[in-house]
């Protein structure tokens, strides 16, 4: 064996060397550089999409007039960094899709040009591709209700879901699953595949209703007018300008029960914003109450007690 090996390279000479280089070596070398090539190519120009886009959505955003988009830029700081992180995402996956695909593709060229049959070898792919896709049916699934979840932005990292299943803040946001914290600290991981509906409490905008109980006894045309000074006084507050997208509306005498008047006030506000502006306009007004001698109704067990 030795022997034969050796008189076989004795024979070998630079012409037949070049000869046998410019067959198969050559073609499998030409192809794996062209297919790195195609591969960053492919990858630079996502990655200059992507810039673009980001760029175009930004400057998209610097344009738009008004109070309310100055106050949901300010309030939901986390918009752009969701936009980011949604784009980032996509792009990961595509430049994921395009390195499986020009690696399986180089794979099948390198192996045609050995002279490996392709033809079994793709016959028995297929029979376990279909095979494999009955049972992980589930996975692909989740895998594309994960990837039209992200493109469709229907929710990100901080907002706060309905499911159906768990009501929390969502935590983390993948391609399979979901990770929300519900209000009383349990961690639900929910698979994408299992969520038929979403309610986002975070998305857009969010309304307080607060309803100001007076007594029955009391001057409406006092009060009122004091509500419309407390909430315009808000809504010159340099703490919440920027958290309401316009001035709350004193709509008026919501009902009249018990010796009760209730005067509602309806206020629009960035997401997840009610509950803090509703809890300054109860002080505000319970103070402007006081000052002015307004007095809230008196409950008793079985009704209201006369004065």
């Known amino acids: 064996m030795p022997e034969a090996f ?26 794996v550089i062209g297919a790195a090539i195609l591969r960053w190519v492919l990858l630079r120009s996502i990655g200059q999409v992507i810039n673009v886009t980001m760029a175009k959505s930004d400057a998209r955003r610097a344009r738009e007039p008004g109070r309310a988009s100055r106050a949901l830029a300010h309030a939901t700081g986390l918009d752009r960094e969701r936009q980011r992180q949604r784009t980032l ?19 099948l060229t390198v192996m045609a040009i050995i002279g490996i049959p392709l033809a079994p070898l793709l016959a028995s792919a297929g029979v376990g591709g279909v095979a494999l896709g009955f049972g992980a049916q589930s996975l692909v699934k989740d895998f594309l209700s994960g990837i039209f979840m992200i493109l469709e932005d229907q929710y990100g990292v901080g907002d706060i879901i309905d499911t159906g299943t768990a009501v929390g803040t969502v935590e983390e946001v993948s391609l399979r699953v979901t990770r929300v914290r519900d209000g009383s600290g349990v961690v639900w991981y929910i698979r994408n595949g299992e969520i038929v509906r979403i309610g986002n409490k975070s998305q857009g905008w969010s309304t307080a209703t607060v309803d100001i109980p007076v007594s029955y006894s009391e001057n409406l045309e006092a009060v009122i007018p004091l509500i419309r000074e407390v909430v315009h006084a808000v809504d010159q507050s340099p703490q919440w300008r920027d958290v309401l997208l316009e001035e709350p509306q004193v709509v008026g005498v919501e009902s009249i029960a018990g010796g009760v008047v209730t005067v509602r006030v309806v206020v629009k506000t960035a997401p997840e914003q009610q509950y803090g502006i509703s809890r300054e306009i109860r002080e505000r007004v319970k103070a402007s109450f006081d000052a002015h001698g307004i007095k809230a109704p008196t409950f008793a067990p079985f009704g209201p007690v006369s004065p």
């Open 89 to 107: 995402t996509m792009a990961s996956l595509l430049k994921s899709i395009v390195t499986f695909v020009v690696a399986l593709i180089t794979i």
């Open 6 to 31: 050796l008189h076989r390279l004795a024979q070998l000479t630079p012409e037949k060397v070049w000869e046998w280089f410019l067959g198969a070596p050559l073609q499998i070398l030409v192809t």
